[in-house]
């Protein structure tokens, strides 16, 4: 189990569970306290659709705002999926698109990512072109590793065991992929960085009947020599740590181009 010990992420004291009512207008999720039945609203910095996670009655995790001047005192962590995973309830759902930036860099100061031990200095929000990159890696011992650039993907859609990405067409991160392969094409190293928030995902590929132009973009990018590491998180209540590698779905992993190429 993922304690507060064992979290990458713990979640600060004060986290509540309620029910989740439904989602208003974008950036607010509408909850209720299951003891009192007060409303009870949580900020969601979560654009996506939330495919198959916003059913009214679902366990809603909530961690309290560290800024007391906020106008949504609360922000939404996680949603539980229906009837849990395998038999045990709830199962948690990691929506904090946030947490994926943070656990990467966790996990990097931890060097539990076996790309990134190499690297001495790791900088977030990289500007790059005209993007915006979520990290950059860079060799400050003077050992010649190239400049790695990562960005990171919060999944939370799992289709028949396979977790895809993404849940809502995505202009944003078939801007990404373009901007990544560009830079592989250049001499540095690239990555995507897919962090799945949930415990059913077994592979990953892209969400191809959500969004076939982001397949298409990340097939080139695989081809160009972008790399893909698919991380399933452990979410709980006490907060969120790397559990398992995955694999790619067969016929995406087949796109990937060889390290030593």
Known sequence: ???????????????????????????????????????????????????????????????????????????????????????????????????????????????????????????????????????????AQGGGLPTLFVECKNVTLVEDDQAQFPDAASERGRKHLDELTRLVRQGCRAALFFLVQRPDGQCFAPAETVDPDYAAGLATALHAGVEAWVWRARVTPAGIALAARLPLAPAWAACERPRSA
């Not at 010990?5 to 309620?18: E, W």
């Not at 609203?41 to 995790?61: I, Y």
């Open 1 to 139: 189990m993922c304690d507060a010990v064992q979290a990458l992420l713990p979640f600060p004291p004060g986290c509540r569970v309620t029910r989740l009512v439904g989602r208003e207008k974008r950036f607010t999720a509408v909850t209720v306290d299951p003891d009192t039945g007060a409303e009870v609203r949580a900020h969601t910095n979560n654009t996506g659709s939330m495919l198959g996670l916003l059913r009214p009655g679902a366990a809603a995790l909530l961690s309290p705002a560290a800024n007391p001047d906020r106008v949504l005192k609360w922000t939404l962590e996680a949603l539980a999926l229906p009837g849990g995973h395998r038999g045990r309830h709830p199962a948690w759902v990691g929506v904090n698109t946030l947490t994926p930036n943070r656990l990467l860099a966790a996990a990097w100061r931890a060097g539990l990512l076996p790309e990134t031990r190499a690297y001495a200095q790791m900088t977030p929000e990289a500007k790059t072109g005209a993007s915006r990159l979520d990290a950059r890696f860079d060799d």
